[in-house]
């Protein structure tokens, strides 16, 4: 174990009450986790533990070959500081949700390999997590039951925690040490807890990410399918076999066609059949299949009504009423409308 300097372990010492006090800050409070004084708090507790584990690093205090019985009291608690980021980390927004899950999830998960490895460890713990990791399929009853134990046993644990907390507060300096070495162990057990707990949410919510993920991108892809606006067509169609090779060099011919406005077009198709020629086209080639009479007939020409025939002019003033009346039923124009619509 690497000899400590004063100044160094006052250093962590200090990094590790700050952000613990911090960390309590955070769990009391009534800001939303959205709120950036929140956020920020968080970040600067992350930042504390952070050099500490560091300077937990740096100054070799545990040994792979101890066990919980060979940890000083005092440097007993730095052991949780991978467990504080763990949690620390889960509370962070704004960054890719996906990364900081992973690396909360590998926080969590080097907090409960070294009490493991210090044989801190209890084997009710060390038996759940190897099942978890191992995916061993449980029924719903037996799950219940697992979750309805590991809640008694947290509320007894944090009671636990608040008896030995007032019996430090109660005795003098010189009888603290067991005590406080109770206090500690019990500690790190509510973390076992909570970091175990907090690996199976995290778990679920990778999972969630990851299915939003595939269906995102299966939505983008039937996205692309439906749009259609390149197409690759090969000259040769008997021609069977890829397109491109592995390395994106071309196999065969093709040509690449837009199908945005033939796929526009028949979209914005009317529902009845558009005329296929004029009217004047259509007059025209009737007249060639001889279906229009053309000359032969008399040329009209307006008979001049004697003044004094008022048999005639009546006649011609009934026929310029019916005028008037038809024209009145049908103004000028109207024809043009059916024809456009």
């Known amino acids: 174990m690497a000899t400590m300097t004063e100044n160094s372990v006052f250093s962590l010492s200090e990094q590790f009450r700050t952000g613990q006090e911090l960390y309590s800050k955070i769990e009391k409070t009534e800001l939303a986790s959205t709120d950036q004084k929140y956020q920020e708090d968080v970040s600067n507790a992350i930042a504390y533990f952070s050099t500490c584990a560091k300077l937990v690093d740096k100054l ?13 009291t005092t440097d007993l608690k730095y052991i949780l500081v991978y467990a504080y980021l763990g949690d620390l980390t889960t509370k962070l927004i704004g960054v890719d949700r996906l990364e900081l899950l992973n690396k909360s999830k590998w926080y ?11 044989e801190i460890l209890g084997e009710g713990d ?3 997590i190897e099942e978890q990791s191992n995916g061993i399929a449980k029924d719903v009853a037996k799950k ?27 005795i003098g300096d010189y009888d603290k040490e067991d005590i406080n070495r109770d206090y500690v162990l019990t500690f790190i ?14 778990k679920q919510e990778i999972d969630l990410l990851d299915q939003m993920r595939k269906m995102e991108e299966t939505r983008q892809n039937s996205s692309v399918e439906m749009r259609g606006d390149d197409r690759i067509e090969t000259v040769s169609r008997d021609h069977n076999g890829p397109l491109l090779s592995q390395d994106g060099r071309p196999l065969r011919p093709f040509v690449i066609t837009n199908q945005r406005e033939a796929i526009k077009e028949q979209v914005f198709r009317p529902s009845w059949r558009l005329p296929t020629m004029t009217i004047d086209e259509y007059l025209e080639q009737e007249a060639q299949r001889g279906n229009i009479i053309q000359g032969g007939g008399e040329k009209y020409s307006k008979t001049e009504v004697d003044d004094n025939d008022e048999k005639a002019i009546d006649e011609e003033t009934y026929k310029a009423r019916e005028w008037d009346d038809f024209k009145d039923a049908n103004p000028r124009g109207w024809g043009k409308f059916y024809l456009i619509q």
């Open 108 to 118: 969590f998960e080097q907090f409960l390999r070294n009490v493991e490895l210090y």
């Open 189 to 202: 057990d509510l973390f076992i807890q909570k970091s175990i707990e907090q690996l199976l949410l995290i």
């Open 60 to 72: 070799d205090l545990f040994s792979s070959n101890e066990t919980v019985d060979d940890i000083n």
């Open 126 to 128: 060390r038996k759940f």
């Open 144 to 170: 219940r039951i697992e979750k309805i134990e590991r809640y008694k046993r947290e509320k007894e644990t944090k009671a636990k925690l608040e008896m030995l907390q007032q019996q430090l507060f109660s």
